[in-house]
C-alpha cells in the first residue's frame, strides 16, 4: 500500500472509532437513564454490537486478525442474551 492509501487509513480508523466511541457513550447513558427494563437491554445489546465494530476496526487497522473470533463470540453471545430476554419478556414479568 503507498503512504497516502496507509494515512487515509489511519484517518479514517480514527474517525471510525471516534464515532463509534461516541455512540457506546450515548448507549451507556441509555442504559443508566432507562426508564425501562426492555431499554436497557437494548441499550446493552447495542454496546455490545458497537465493542464488536470497534474489534473489527481495531483489526483492519492493525492488519492482525487475533480478535476476529472475539468479535464472533461477543457478537453471539450478545445476540442469545438479548432472544433469551425476549422469551422472558413473552411470558410475562410476574411470575
Not at 461477543?74 to 413473552?90: M, N, P, R
Amino acid at each position: 500500500m503507498t503512504e497516502t492509501g496507509n494515512s487515509l487509513l489511519e484517518i479514517v480508523a480514527m474517525l471510525s472509532l471516534g464515532m463509534l466511541s461516541l455512540a457506546l457513550f450515548f448507549a451507556l447513558i441509555r442504559l443508566a437513564k432507562g426508564p425501562s427494563l426492555p431499554d436497557r437491554v437494548m441499550a446493552l445489546d447495542l454496546m455490545g454490537s458497537i465493542v464488536v465494530g470497534m474489534i473489527a476496526v481495531y483489526c483492519i487497522v492493525t492488519g492482525n486478525a487475533e480478535f476476529l473470533d472475539t468479535g464472533i463470540v461477543l457478537a453471539l453471545i450478545g445476540f442469545l442474551s438479548t432472544v433469551a430476554f425476549a422469551k422472558f419478556i413473552e411470558k410475562g414479568l410476574s411470575r
